[in-house]
């Protein structure tokens, strides 16, 4: 007998060469593969004599093999399966293409229920590839022989279950799996308080489980939808939740406002602050006033101009004595933050220093020029608080640095980090200050968290916002300072390659520059392939395209840039392209974040499909950056009209907000959510368009923990949760 924690090794129905494949959909055991859900069904359901099938209508039929032959087609040399199949009524041709090993199984006199959609060809009506389920040989007359079979049926008769068909596996292999498990369901605890389970009208855990596999209705198969969604977005936030209320228990450090310094400082900018930018930089000083931590996201469009309200809340926070620390995704935007830290900040009397994988600077703050310092001078500077202000990469929380005086952490980019690594930074450093010598430079550190205010310029679409960042507070940045940048946006297909080029060679004469973008290093690079059902093979890459270019503008200076590239090249290539010795540069999404480069006018996006909308969008705003008309131009060979909508969305909206809420629609959440972009596992089920539903988890997570309605099962699933959230 199995049970639910088995490894599916133990399962004899899996075999050898699947369990790998298993793995890879996260499926370890019989539970998880009881909780692989899903996504759509196929109504196989009308059951009906042969002599009434019509054209096109999707049918189940039930009947006995008279005929089966494996014969190829001539043109194509196709291997075709075709077989006559009778009931009382009349006879059918099936055929199945490219499976000549189903006759083996499917033979002469076997009684059959097949499942699919009509056609007409030149035999009159055919089933072509229809779903196939052998059937016992029980007396064929009888009255319910029909009901009795189908409540043993998987494959057909039935409302059929379709599941993510990724890395080899088919939904009928899956079915084949899942079937015979299913009253194990009954051995899964519901975790689910009951008192939430009666307000919401919601169905039991096991039955939803063994409804939404094999649904005895629509009807049914809905409700077990919504109690598996449910639990999803309850889980989200019941730990949105409980971190809210663990962080309310915290300190932090006070910050006095001090008017004289901001007003000065915003006085002496070479421009004004937008409105947007004086209220959010008002509510962080607010916020930090405060003993209690902030925890503020700013969010804004590219260009919006974040960095600068990052730079005021910095400056209170330096100049009041404190330090803070300044993390970005890549070394490439560490050092550009850091450039732009210089050109502000000057005069301040502060220490600012820069930290990466690679390299650490100091702007000290008599001479304010930079230097390169070693390392163990870095660290010892900052350990003894006389760096006021640390720009770096994640640098910042692997090298053992550890701010005495640490009172706000600016991460910019913030999706980019995991959740793990914006804790680290903040608790890894409290850790640290309970050490000894720490405690003793800064006594009021020992159990006071520094303020955190997050960057990004991934608009979240407000459903999103409303579960995944339950109350954090926002502020957002509505304006684009520079003014409104046209940038025209074009997809371009592949017969109309040259359109582009000429535009560069136009541009680049004009001493503008181009960006060329790739979604990956090298054709070798499997990696993005694999999933994808169009090969990897179309998918283009940095080392190919730079060479080609190389051949197609000899007249011009071409460069590239990725990942796997030495820092200290990366640099020297960004310092070219700045100075403008590179003219077209051929790079990885390396750029996609933060890049400031002013004459940059046309951006090139190789196989756009492969990106998402909000990513794309945030490519476009590579360019634009000055008065100078700009171009952004995406090329695709993909032909589904799917990727089509996508793309011409980025024609339409301008806005990065309808963006993400399109390709929420369109993508659904799971590639949306997806871990690397909010740190939360995908929504496997929940529709968070459904804001009713939303609404309804809040209020359920709120009355568990104010009414402390917790059972031991849901300690345990929401012990695991945090677990599956902190490894993503
Ligand atoms: P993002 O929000 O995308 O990070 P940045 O902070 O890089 O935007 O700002 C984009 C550009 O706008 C920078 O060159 C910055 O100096 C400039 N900028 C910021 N605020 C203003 C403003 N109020 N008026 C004019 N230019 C501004
Ligand atoms: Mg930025």
Redesign the pocket.
Known sequence: MLSLNDKIEKYKKVGQRYIKKLHKLGIYTIYDLLFYFPHRYEDFSDIIPIAKVGLNQKVTILGEIVEIINRKTFKKRMNITEAIIQDKSGSIRAIWFNQPYLIRTLKKKKRIAVSGKTTLSEYGLTLSNPYYELLPNYEFSSDNYESFLVSKLKHTARLVPIYHETYGLSSRYLRYLIYPIIPLADKIPDFLPSEIKKKYNLMDLSFAIKEIHFPKSLGSMEKARTRLSFDELFLINLNVLKQKYELLKEKSFSIPFNQNLIKNFVEN??????DS?KIAAWEIFQDMQKIKPMNRLLN???????????ILASLLVCKTGYQTAFMAPTEVLAKQHFL?LKKFLKGQNLNIGLITGSTQKLIGKKTFQIMQISKERFKKMVNEGKIDLVVGTHTLIQDNLSFPKLALVIV?EQHRFGVEQRAKLIIGNIEKQTNDKLKRINKEAKRTIPHLLS?S?TPIPRTLALTVYGDLDISI?KEI??GKRKVITKIIPPEKRNYAYNLIRKQAKLKKQAFVICPRIETKDEKLGIRKKTGWEDVKAVKEEYEKLKDEFPEFKIAMLHGKMKPKEKEKIMKDFSLNKINILVSTSVIEV?I?I?NATVIVIESAERFGLAQLHQFR?RVG?SKHKSYCLLFTNSSSSKTYRRLKALLTSKNGFELAEKDLQIRGPGELTGKRQWGIPDLTMASLNDLELIQKTKEAAKKTIEQNLWNPVLVEKMKSFEKKIHLE
């Open positions: 900018l070479p421009f004004k602050l937008t930018q804004g469009d590219v260009g919006s101009g974040k960095t600068m309200v990052a732009t910019d960057m310029a940045l300072p520079t933060g400031d002013p705003g950056r």
